[in-house]
């Protein structure tokens, strides 16, 4: 994966050129047909993704709760707080994805604990909106 990629995902904007490319070493970027489950509600999380190209639907209890696009993120919940998936995702348009797996997530925050604090403070802040 291209450090410049993660230039424009806000959640990554913010670092400097050597963060981007530490967090690039340990993400892979694949492309996925529409219609593809990124995540199933209910399955252990091995993964988080972000979105850099294409669009997708969020449904919790087969239920659409929202859509997601360039620059959202997605599976930080489960890697992060090793909790289950609470939504299924599933691409609507042929997309371009940024995986990494939580190995790999736990090495790049060994390395990088800035971009871990991070991922983490978007875990509680979408946990709190869960919750209210």
């Known amino acids: 994966m291209e450090e410049r990629e993660l230039q424009a995902v806000p959640l990554f904007e913010e670092l400097d050129r050597k963060h981007r490319r530490l967090i690039a070493q340990h993400a892979e970027e694949i492309e996925v047909p529409a219609g593809t489950k990124l995540v199933r509600q209910g399955e252990f999380a091995y993964e988080f993704f972000v979105i850099l190209e294409g ?11 929202g859509d997601i696009g360039p620059g959202d993120f997605l599976g930080e919940m489960g890697i992060v707080g090793k909790a289950a998936r609470n939504a299924t995702v599933a691409t609507t348009s042929d997309a371009r994805v940024m995986v990494m797996t939580e190995q790999d997530f736990r090495a790049m925050s060994l390395e990088n604990p800035e971009v871990a604090a991070r991922i983490q403070a978007a875990v509680e802040e979408r946990y709190q909106k869960l919750v209210a």
């Not at 669009?55 to 709760?65: I, K, S």
């Open 55 to 65: 669009t997708g639907e969020v449904l919790r209890d087969d239920e659409h709760v």
